[in-house]
């Protein structure tokens, strides 16, 4: 019998398939293990991802079927070595950030490149072995003969159809029966554990790879993240909703404090909390004891791309959407008028953004302009050269003339030297060390040395900042208000503080005595706190709340739970309307005509 099958000349067409499929296998079963750091076949089985799995394998069979056997191995091959590249950017992103690769992260791969130099110390035996049997089964694929099996007649052509259509429907089917019991109520203790949420609101990729297996992952995530298209009636609808229910007056003890001064907004590159002390960063500590300082700051990511997604956050007052691009590129045409650079605008200031890379980076160039920034000044126009263009300390040396005006001015400085990776060959790391050795003399990490080194380079910009505004008698008429993008993930990190993501937040006032706030704050809460202490007046009902007066403290995260200082839960409605009034108001550019409903 086994001689007679090996006659036949389908056998080794047979072959390349079984090996096709056992490789497709393979890749979704290293998946899963890099996310659960275990694989249990029995509990594989069991899963939803194997009836996903099983479709799109077949699917991708039918279509391979109908090629000719050369286009057939080629195809096959370029689709297995893509997945190859995207598992090991799986295995890579997950050591690095705990999630797993989104095709909305190929607009940010240009900042990707960044973090190459840290790779090398996530290799170990486990991914060395993984990549050789990966290309040792693409190249077994290759070289396996296939014969034409399919010719264009129409028996075999309806059989294929009519396969194609019970695949779809037996998806169909089954996504209806066991992924569509969404709890409405989203105050139950279950809801957490309930597949059905991550999957229609596709919100947490490294648990969504775990649900429906990689195939059906990467394929829905790219129509989400290029293809499915916005309900702006009915989004407008929810906002029109929203803010007929919540919107009010706020004014406090603090409304108005800061009337008229200046503003200097800084976001900081990877200013960890523990990166700040008397020692390291001894100009931030003092500002901390002058004006208010944050204690329970956290800085969540909610798309790709940490640094975008608080610079954001921060700038409008809104949650991105959780499951399409950064807004930098999915949003950048839209309407901003709440925005902080337009609300100083129409208040008669001077307002502009600087930043040591080019405007290319996160599309900065274009989405400062939406935002209502004059210009976005690079290292360019500010005039640094580009051996010191990695030191924060140069923004001020040399282009303090553009941060401050004659006029009311309201500047956006973003800082860099504090970027990973941390090593002794970088400048941001030289030019601080023996300080830091001082410092640290029983220090010997290169990790640790040169992030406490990079921290003291921002330190360094913030004591030029004040000697000049002080020299140009600007400092008492001047407020700073410094925050951080994302923690300092390459060097301490765990799952906890992966999870909360607890950063920096302080508002300096030269003349201000030390206010040590205790209340939970995030990125969404910058904005309408500052909006109010300049006394800003504006019908704008913001997702986040004043920090200085509010009797609510939480921080949403993307996976639809929240921290209350306590623990992490499950979000209640009233959590999740907020992501999503913010969600609505984006993908129906509902400011375009620059009014807001009250």
Same mark, same amino acid.
């Given at each position: 019998m086994i001689i007679k099958i090996k006659n036949t000349r389908y056998f080794k067409t047979v072959m390349f398939f079984v090996y096709e499929g056992i490789y497709l296998l393979f890749i979704d079963a290293f998946n899963q293990y890099l996310l659960t750091r275990s694989f249990d076949i029995s509990n594989y089985l069991i899963n939803n991802l194997v009836v996903f799995n099983i479709v799109w394998i077949l699917l991708f069979f039918i279509f391979l079927y109908v090629l000719k056997p050369k286009a057939r191995?080629?195809?096959?091959?370029?689709?297995?070595?893509?997945?190859?590249?995207?598992?090991?950017?799986?295995?890579?992103?997950?050591?690095?950030?705990?999630?797993?690769?989104?095709?909305?992260?190929?607009?940010?791969?240009?900042?990707g490149f960044s973090f190459i130099d840290s790779v090398f110390k996530f290799i170990n035996l486990k991914i060395i072995l993984f990549t050789l049997t990966s290309i040792d089964m693409i190249l077994l694929v290759y070289k396996t003969r296939t014969k034409r099996t399919y010719k264009f007649k129409s028996i075999q052509s309806l059989i294929l159809v009519i396969m194609i259509i019970v695949l779809f429907g037996v998806r169909r089917i089954y996504i209806n029966n066991n992924l569509n019991s969404v709890n409405d109520g989203w105050n139950s203790n279950n809801v957490i554990s309930n597949d059905s949420n991550y999957y229609q609101n596709w919100n947490s990729p490294t648990r969504l790879v775990k649900i429906c297996g990689i195939y059906e992952y990467l394929i829905k995530d790219f129509y989400n993240s290029f293809i499915k298209?916005?309900?702006?009636?009915?989004?407008?609808?929810?906002?029109?909703?929203?803010?007929?229910?919540?919107?009010?007056?706020?004014?406090?003890?603090?409304?108005?404090?800061?009337?008229?001064k200046n503003l200097i907004f800084v976001m900081m590159e990877s200013m960890d909390d523990w990166l700040v002390n008397e020692d390291v960063t001894p100009t931030m500590y003092m500002m901390m004891q002058h004006g208010f300082n944050f204690n329970n700051h956290y800085s969540p990511g909610y798309v790709t791309g940490d640094t975008a997604n608080t610079e954001f956050i921060a700038n409008t007052g809104m949650y991105p959407v959780i499951n399409k691009l950064s807004p930098n590129y999915a949003y950048v045409n839209n309407s901003y008028p709440y925005s902080i650079a337009n609300l100083f605008k129409n208040e008669g200031y001077t307002v502009n953004s600087f930043h040591r890379s080019g405007g290319g980076i996160y599309n900065r160039e274009n989405m400062h302009i939406s935002l209502g920034y004059e210009k976005y000044h690079n290292y360019v126009d500010m005039g640094i050269s580009d051996d010191n263009l990695d030191l924060d300390s140069y923004i001020i040396k040399d282009g303090y003339?553009?941060? #401050?005006? *004659?006029?009311?001015?309201? %500047?956006?400085? @973003?800082?860099?030297?504090?970027? !990973?990776?941390?090593?002794?060959?970088?400048?941001?790391?030289?030019?601080?060390?023996?300080?830091?050795?001082?410092?640290?003399?029983e220090l010997d990490n290169e990790e640790l040395l040169c992030a406490y080194s990079s921290a003291r380079e921002t330190d360094n910009m913030f004591k030029l900042l004040l000697e000049k505004l002080k020299n140009d008698n600007l400092?008492?008429?001047?407020?700073?208000?410094?925050?951080?993008?994302?923690?300092?993930?390459?060097?301490?990190?765990?799952?906890?503080?992966e999870k909360l993501n607890k950063t920096i937040f302080? #508002?300096? *006032?030269?003349?201000?005595? %030390?206010?040590? @706030?205790?209340?939970?704050?995030? !990125?969404?809460?910058?904005?309408?706190?500052?909006?109010?202490?300049?006394?800003?007046?504006n019908n704008y009902l913001y997702s986040g709340y004043d920090a200085l007066d509010t009797n609510e403290e939480y921080v949403?995260?993307?996976?639809?739970?929240?921290?209350?200082?306590?623990?992490?839960?499950?979000?209640t409605k009233e959590y999740k309307d907020k992501l999503e009034y913010s969600s609505d108001i984006l993908s129906s550019d509902y400011y375009k005509d620059n009014t807001v409903k009250k």
């Amino acid at each position: 019998m086994i001689i007679k099958i090996k006659n036949t000349r389908y056998f080794k067409t047979v072959m390349f398939f079984v090996y096709e499929g056992i490789y497709l296998l393979f890749i979704d079963a290293f998946n899963q293990y890099l996310l659960t750091r275990s694989f249990d076949i029995s509990n594989y089985l069991i899963n939803n991802l194997v009836v996903f799995n099983i479709v799109w394998i077949l699917l991708f069979f039918i279509f391979l079927y109908v090629l000719k056997p050369k286009a057939r191995k080629v195809i096959a091959c370029i689709f297995n070595i893509l997945l190859l590249l995207i598992s090991l950017a799986n295995y890579f992103m997950y050591s690095y950030f705990y999630s797993v690769f989104s095709w909305k992260d190929l607009v940010l791969s240009g900042e990707g490149f960044s973090f190459i130099d840290s790779v090398f110390k996530f290799i170990n035996l486990k991914i060395i072995l993984f990549t050789l049997t990966s290309i040792d089964m693409i190249l077994l694929v290759y070289k396996t003969r296939t014969k034409r099996t399919y010719k264009f007649k129409s028996i075999q052509s309806l059989i294929l159809v009519i396969m194609i259509i019970v695949l779809f429907g037996v998806r169909r089917i089954y996504i209806n029966n066991n992924l569509n019991s969404v709890n409405d109520g989203w105050n139950s203790n279950n809801v957490i554990s309930n597949d059905s949420n991550y999957y229609q609101n596709w919100n947490s990729p490294t648990r969504l790879v775990k649900i429906c297996g990689i195939y059906e992952y990467l394929i829905k995530d790219f129509y989400n993240s290029f293809i499915k298209k916005d309900n702006s009636i009915e989004a407008r609808l929810f906002v029109n909703n929203y803010i007929d229910e919540n919107y009010k007056e706020d004014n406090n003890e603090y409304t108005g404090i800061f009337k008229d001064k200046n503003l200097i907004f800084v976001m900081m590159e990877s200013m960890d909390d523990w990166l700040v002390n008397e020692d390291v960063t001894p100009t931030m500590y003092m500002m901390m004891q002058h004006g208010f300082n944050f204690n329970n700051h956290y800085s969540p990511g909610y798309v790709t791309g940490d640094t975008a997604n608080t610079e954001f956050i921060a700038n409008t007052g809104m949650y991105p959407v959780i499951n399409k691009l950064s807004p930098n590129y999915a949003y950048v045409n839209n309407s901003y008028p709440y925005s902080i650079a337009n609300l100083f605008k129409n208040e008669g200031y001077t307002v502009n953004s600087f930043h040591r890379s080019g405007g290319g980076i996160y599309n900065r160039e274009n989405m400062h302009i939406s935002l209502g920034y004059e210009k976005y000044h690079n290292y360019v126009d500010m005039g640094i050269s580009d051996d010191n263009l990695d030191l924060d300390s140069y923004i001020i040396k040399d282009g303090y003339d553009k941060i #401050i005006s *004659d006029n009311k001015f309201m %500047s956006f400085i @973003i800082t860099y030297s504090p970027h !990973s990776p941390y090593t002794y060959n970088k400048i941001e790391c030289q030019t601080n060390l023996s300080d830091i050795k001082t410092i640290y003399p029983e220090l010997d990490n290169e990790e640790l040395l040169c992030a406490y080194s990079s921290a003291r380079e921002t330190d360094n910009m913030f004591k030029l900042l004040l000697e000049k505004l002080k020299n140009d008698n600007l400092l008492d008429d001047t407020i700073i208000v410094a925050f951080t993008d994302h923690p300092n993930k390459l060097v301490i990190r765990d799952d906890e503080t992966e999870k909360l993501n607890k950063t920096i937040f302080y #508002i300096y *006032d030269h003349d201000m005595n %030390s206010n040590q @706030i205790d209340t939970i704050t995030s !990125s969404i809460n910058i904005l309408p706190t500052v909006i109010n202490l300049f006394g800003i007046k504006n019908n704008y009902l913001y997702s986040g709340y004043d920090a200085l007066d509010t009797n609510e403290e939480y921080v949403i995260f993307k996976d639809y739970t929240y921290f209350d200082g306590k623990e992490v839960k499950t979000v209640t409605k009233e959590y999740k309307d907020k992501l999503e009034y913010s969600s609505d108001i984006l993908s129906s550019d509902y400011y375009k005509d620059n009014t807001v409903k009250k």
